[in-house]
C-alpha cells in the first residue's frame, strides 16, 4: 500500500506501521540491485529533482541510483552552479522546479525545517535528504534496515549512538526510529556535544563511553560536525580521540556479537580506528547498500504504490 502522506519529512512524525512498511518493501528491493541488468519499470515517466545545499556523495549517489533503478529520470541540481548564487531565494527556486512537473524533490539544507518549507510551496512529494542538525530520515531507515537484517529483531536491544549528538541530524532520526522500534537507545558524547533535554527524544545521555558501551548490541560512531560549530567544544582532535574514539579495546566492553555502523564520511582514527571500521564486526558497507533499497522504497510507496494498485 501506499504511504499516506505527500512527503517524507523525518521519523519524528512517522507512525511505527508506516516505518515497518517502508523497511518491509526495502527488503524486497534489494534484489534488484543483484540482477545483472539492475532496473525495474515501476517509476517509469516520473522525474526526481535531487536539490543539495550540501556536499553529499552517499546520500545524493544512493538517491540518483535508487530513482534510475526505478526507470525514473533523475536530475541533480547543483546549488554551487545554479540560480542560488545569484540570489534566487528558495521558493523562486521551488516554483520554477515546479513549474517542471517533477513528480518529486529530493532536498539537503543547511538550515532545518527547509524541507518542511518547501513541501508548503510545492504540489509534488518532498522528501529530506538532511536538513541541518534537525532530521535525516532515509539515513536512519537504512540503519534500521541494516540491524533488523543482522539481529532479526529490533526490540530489546541496546543501540549506542557516541559522538557529536548537538549536531548530529542522523543521531535524532535514529533515536525517534530505533526507539519506535523497542530498542533502548543511549547517546553518549563530551558535554558540550550534549544538547539539553536529549533524552525528551526517548534516549538516556551520558557523557561516559564506558557506560554507553557496556552490554551495547549496537554501536553508530558520529563523526565531529566542523562545518556546524562556530567554536571550538573540545580542546584537540587527539584528545577527542582519546576519550571519545572508538578501538578495538574500548569494543570489548559491548556484546561479543555486536554490530559496528557509521553514516559517513569516517574520519579514520579520530573517532573509529581503521581496525574496527574495516573489522568484521562493521556494517559500514552494508549500511550504503541498504540505502539504495530504502530510497527505492521511498520513492516507490510516495510516487508508485498506488499506481499499481490501479488507483
Do not use: W
Not at 283 to 311: C, H, P, S, W
Amino acid at each position: 500500500m501506499r504511504l499516506k502522506r505527500k512527503d517524507l519529512l523525518g521519523i519524528e512524525d512517522l507512525k511505527l506501521e508506516e516505518i515497518e512498511q517502508i523497511l518491509s518493501t526495502a527488503e524486497s528491493f534489494k534484489e534488484v540491485s543483484t540482477r545483472e541488468i539492475k532496473k525495474v519499470p515501476t517509476l517509469r515517466g516520473k522525474t526526481i529533482i535531487n536539490l543539495f545545499y550540501e556536499p553529499s556523495t552517499r546520500t545524493r549517489t544512493s538517491f540518483e541510483i535508487a530513482a534510475k533503478r526505478m526507470s525514473a529520470d533523475a536530475v541533480n541540481i547543483s546549488v554551487s552552479t545554479s540560480s542560488v548564487v545569484k540570489g534566487e531565494t528558495l521558493k523562486d527556486t521551488a516554483k520554477n522546479i515546479e513549474a517542471m512537473r517533477p513528480d518529486c524533490i529530493v532536498v539537503r539544507h543547511p538550515s532545518s525545517g527547509t524541507p518542511l518549507m518547501l513541501a508548503g510551496y510545492v504540489g509534488c512529494s518532498v522528501v529530506n535528504a538532511g536538513d541541518g542538525a534537525h532530521e535525516h530520515p532515509s539515513q536512519a531507515l537504512l540503519d534500521m534496515l541494516t540491524v533488523k537484517e543482522r539481529k532479526g529483531s529490533i526490540a530489546g536491544l541496546k543501540i549506542a549512538i557516541i559522538g557529536d549528538i548537538a549536531h548530529s541530524r542522523v543521531a535524532r532520526s535514529n533515536i525517534y526510529g530505533f526507539t519506535r522500534l523497542g530498542a533502548e537507545v543511549v547517546v553518549a558524547g563530551p558535554p558540550t556535544m550534549m544538547p539539553a533535554g536529549i533524552e525528551t527524544l526517548g534516549c538516556r545521555a551520558t557523557t561516559d563511553m564506558d557506560s554507553a558501551l557496556k552490554g551495547a548490541d549496537v554501536v553508530m560512531m558520529l563523526r565531529i560536525q566542523l562545518e556546524r560549530q562556530k567554536e571550538s567544544f573540545f580542546p584537540t582532535i587527539r584528545e577527542y580521540s582519546r576519550v571519545y574514539g572508538l578501538d578495538e579495546m574500548k569494543l570489548k566492553k559491548a556484546k561479543e556479537d555486536v554490530i559496528i555502523l557509521h553514516p559517513g564520511p569516517i574520519n579514520r582514527g579520530v573517532e573509529i580506528s581503521s581496525e574496527v571500521a574495516d573489522g568484521p564486526y562493521s556494517l559500514i558497507l552494508d549500511q550504503v547498500t541498504n540505502g539504495v533499497a530504502v530510497r527505492m522504497a521511498i520513492f516507490y510507496l510516495l510516487l508508485g504504490a498506488a499506481k499499481e494498485e490501479g488507483k
